[in-house]
């Protein structure tokens, strides 16, 4: 059972969205343990942003296709 304190992303597979508010990619997760559950709150470790739940989908869309451009970059 994790720990319930975890609140940073960095220990799992989900990467960190892009704040439109101070341009950090560094996430904080409040409610739940998965960013995409219902409950849950991503906001900016950085500034305390909060994102909304369509902003962060839209953001995390963005951010994967961007890392997955990256990774084909480096063959
Ligand atoms: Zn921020």
């Given at each position: 059972?994790?720990?319930?304190?975890?609140?940073?992303l960095?220990?799992?597979?989900?990467?960190?969205?892009?704040?439109?508010?101070?341009?950090?990619?560094?996430n904080?997760?409040?409610?739940?343990?998965d960013?995409?559950?219902?409950?849950?709150?991503?906001?900016?470790?950085?500034?305390?942003?909060?994102?909304?739940?369509?902003?962060?989908?839209?953001?995390l869309?963005?951010?994967q296709?961007?890392?997955?451009?990256?990774q084909?970059?480096?063959?």
């Amino acid at each position: 059972m994790p720990s319930l304190a975890q609140t940073a992303l960095l220990s799992t597979d989900i990467l960190p969205v892009r704040c439109p508010a101070c341009g950090e990619a560094q996430n904080t997760l409040e409610g739940a343990a998965d960013p995409l559950a219902e409950k849950a709150q991503v906001s900016c470790m950085v500034c305390g942003y909060v994102f909304g739940a369509a902003e962060y989908r839209q953001l995390l869309a963005q951010r994967q296709q961007e890392f997955a451009l990256l990774q084909l970059g480096q063959l």
